[in-house]
RNA sequence: UGGGGGUUCGUCUAGUGGUAGGACUGCGGACUCUGACUCCGCCAGCGGGGGUUCGAAUCCCUCACCCCCAGCCA
């Protein structure tokens, strides 16, 4: 995967991978990464994508994509078909494809060498009472009375487990470890539970599954991953990760490394809320272009290589962060500018009549799809005697510094000519129906009379030849910066209810009706736009504005 | 006196005993047939206190604040 227009950015992570390298430790890395398929991908998982991809591309190792499918309940193959296809769109490609369920008879085997050892038990409380003897956070737990079971005892009830003799919760098989830790994580865990569920890949071959840490560090020995990178709620579980992989015949033991979630400010992230949003119906679906997951991104416009360039400047560390959205949108921005074919759209539409322009005649305009880059080309644009300008471009009474349209005014036509304000037609109510201008001849594009300069250049299109188009404007799904930090209030009450602002009488020039969903353009002076899916099966185009183009005068202004 | 982490410009981040650097934002200017882009310049930071040292963001002590952990979820 080439990320790199810039050079790699220096992260502990990074460090940590070189040092193991320097000194021999490994003489390959390899990463995972590891997604519970439950859910869509959002910007925080592509991160982490982003991370375990990225470092093993720069020093020539490889990543595995793997499902960490213990917990059949919640997951399905829908999903997971999803995590890949987001996985490849980001630009990705995975060594090898593997699931946790791929290896739950290692797993088991394991668990049978821990409960051999007497390093494991069945215990047969039940989940109320496992709770109770856990202890708090400041009181230490109560050995279960189950604790000293004999190994065969154990070995025979988990087998009994396994063959689906016991109901869902009547027994769980637990680590012997320390029911006074501090750790919480370290007093007894549970490694294997009853589920009488079918998973999505092995059926109902198993009545038990191994829980997370259980099947996790396994999993990452068993592929013969280096470093395994997560996130720092998975701290304190690094005492249990290695202490699972110390007590069986493990084939290495990896190195868990965690780091801080990237978190964004204006919109939530945790796959429960995003789920919330969309069975609340508050979004159209998981790809709606409000949402932060992949499929809303990809649809709203973003592109694999913004995403990847946005983490790649945002860094890694331990240090949570919040980052501002700003930052995300400057990256489209910046491969937009690049790369997006420019167009002229007008959203707010008022007509100007051209009254020296000769009637029933127009013309094509050749302009270039990029003004500092003639490799992409050009496409032609219709000029007739009628045609929309965007209405915030005419003022009556302009403040300073207004450069656009104003009575008396001239200003550029962009990729066309020079006009000159005559008069205003107004209906009853004062409202403008009409501008009308005297265009110059001699100012076209390419003759010499182009030279002349005039301060303002706007842009147009023929009311002859443009489209009528919808467009969806999008703007941050929540009106706080972070709608979870008041403790009172539920986040929901949050949304901003201006999040989308949808146009039905835009007006496009006819080379944006050409393109297919996906396409994507920058509406000269305006943003970012892209056609959107449902274009296919609609009478007009449907785009959705993917960001807006910097604008100094509004800033100005405010 | 539960345990585990964290704190560097407004934001994100680099830096592991030797001039605190970059990016984004902001501000100012140049350029411009996009008030875009680009270019130039500027502002701005080591949580507090103490110690070690010729020298500390970095080592030690201490205080403060923030986050995570009591699933048979991941």
Redesign the pocket.
Known sequence: MNNDQTPP????IR?IVIRDLESGKHNKIVTRFPP?PNGHLHIGHAKSICLNFGLASEFGGTTNLRF?D??PL?ESEDFAQAIMSDVRWLGFEWNELRHASDYFQQLYDYAVHLIKNGKAYVDS???ES??AS?????EAGTNSPYRDRSIEESLELFEGMKNGEFA??EH?LRARIDMAS????MRD??VY???KVAHHRTGDEWNI?P??DW??GISDAIEGITHSICT??????RPLYDWFLDNIPSPCHPQQIEF?RGNLDFTVMSKRKLKELVEGGYVSGWDDPRMPTIAGLRRRGYTAQSIRTFWK????????????M??LE?AI??DM?ENAP?VMAVLDPVKVVLTNYPEGESELFEAPS???KPEMGSRSVPMSREIWIERGDFMEEPPR????LRPGGEV?L????IIKYTDIVKDSEGNIIEIHCEYDPE????LPG?AR?VK???HWVSAEHGINAEIRLYDRLFSVANPLADKEKDYLEFLNPHSLDVITDAIVEPAVAKGSPGDFF?F??VGYFTIDQDSADSERPILNRTVS?????A??NR
């Open positions: 950015v220096s992260n502990f460090n519970e960490d213990t917990n919640k409380q039940d989940a496992m709770r856990r202890g708090t956070l400041t869902d919760g769980v501090g750790n919480m994580h865990p549970a539970r009853i589920r599954y829980m997370y099947a996790h720092l709620e998975f701290e304190e579980h801080a400047e945002a860094g890694v560390s331990k240090a949570e962060s919040i980052i501002p700003g930052v400057n921005r910046n500018n420019r990029h003004p500092q510094k207004f450069f656009r550029r962009r990729n066309a000519f100012s076209r594009s390419g182009a300069k303002g250049t706007i920058q000269e002076r183009l910097r604008d100094s005068w800033k100005l």
